[in-house]
């Protein structure tokens, strides 16, 4: 690295100092956006039993050394403070929001830190449909808050302040691939690989042998739609298929589908949200094939927080929740190209 560009120097930090500007203002609208709709900011550990069963995360193990000479205890950093957060929600908080530092082994790029900042929020009683409408207002808040009107990256601008497009998954694979996506799935928990791995073929995406109805999802999603995703205006994604959504509860309307949508602008993902799954026998049984999932593919697994699931069991209101990537909502209104940028120190 040459002498200049290290991120403690002078030179370096009076360039990121237009950008960290930016994200003051930001954070202090996204404080207000949650006081002005009756939120409690609450904080959780870091440390956790279980950092997040999303089969392809890979969370930073330590261990909890005992003062009076015990054992012991894994403990990990968390993923996302989901599961603290909704033990808060079964304890009877009703609006919660946390500004949360979380760690991602193995991710950095111009968009991904291993070390990041995550705003997360719930509301008990809420509905998927409240969460798309507290994405939209909340960008609209921070974007006028620092001074703006569009989000950008590189030579792309989407406009966050007129209403956004929502799309649903197989409206999506329709209008960009042909492809009826669902029909691939004629058992919901059970994908045909082999059908879609056909229409994968038909519009010339790679498929190898090893790859599941999973894999060739996200090779298509990844080559063929995120590119088109929030170029003038933020795209919702939703409706996901069931199978993809370990933390979401079905949609009553179509079990196909989960109560899952992901907001994206400029063709970066900002946030993924639920309707929550509070069947605790459901959602150990979907942790549990999450995890066989993960030790098939990477030869390793994390534990299952049993509080989380006795919190469950014990019972949590119906509730949506929302967790946003608050770095890159900050690069796009900013107009930072890496993630650094928009960082008072990135991880060395």
């Known amino acids: 690295m040459s002498r200049g560009k290290e991120s403690w120097h002078p030179q370096s930090l009076a360039e990121r100092l237009p950008y960290l500007q930016c994200r003051r203002q930001v954070l202090r609208a996204v404080r207000a956006f949650f006081d002005a709709g009756d939120f409690t900011e609450v904080e959780t550990p870091c440390l956790q039993i279980s950092p997040g069963l999303e089969p392809h995360l890979k969370a930073f193990a330590t261990r909890l050394e005992d003062p009076w000479g015990g054992a012991a205890q894994p403990l990990y950093l968390h993923t996302s403070p989901e599961f603290a957060m909704k033990k808060l929600l079964v304890a009877g908080m009703e609006r919660i929001f946390q500004i949360a530092h979380v760690f991602r082994n193995g991710e950095r790029s111009d968009t991904h830190s291993p070390e990041f900042t995550m705003l997360e929020w719930y509301r008990a009683g809420g509905s998927i449909g409240q969460m798309m409408d507290d994405i939209e207002a909340l960008v609209r ?16 601008a989407c406009d966050p302040l007129v209403p956004w497009q929502r799309l ?68 919702i994604l939703h409706s996901y298929p069931v199978s993809m959504a370990a933390l979401a509860r079905p949609d009553p309307d179509d079990p196909r589908v989960a109560e899952r949508f992901e907001a994206y602008a400029c063709g970066v993902e900002l946030c993924n949200a639920f309707g929550e799954l509070t069947d605790a026998d459901e959602q150990e049984r979907r942790f549990q094939a999450d995890m066989d999932l993960k030790e098939k593919l990477y030869g390793e697994r994390y534990p299952i927080d049993p509080g989380f699931i006795d919190a469950l069991r014990h019972g949590m209101p119906q509730s949506a929740g929302n967790a946003l990537g608050l770095d890159r909502l900050i690069m796009l209104i900013a107009g930072a190209q890496r993630i650094d940028q928009v960082l008072w120190l990135p991880v060395d």
């Open 141 to 156: 808040a921070c974007v006028t808050a620092a001074g703006g009107t569009h989000l950008h990256r590189a030579d792309m």
């Open 168 to 235: 649903s998954i197989a409206q999506a694979f329709d209008q960009f691939c042909g492809i009826d996506v669902l029909a691939t799935a004629p058992d919901p928990w059970r994908p045909d690989r082999t059908a879609l791995a056909a229409e994968a073929v038909r519009i010339g995406i790679s498929v190898s042998h090893s790859d599941a109805w999973d894999d060739i999802f996200f090779k298509i999603l990844l080559d063929r739609i995120e590119p088109h995703l929030g170029m003038t205006v933020p795209t």
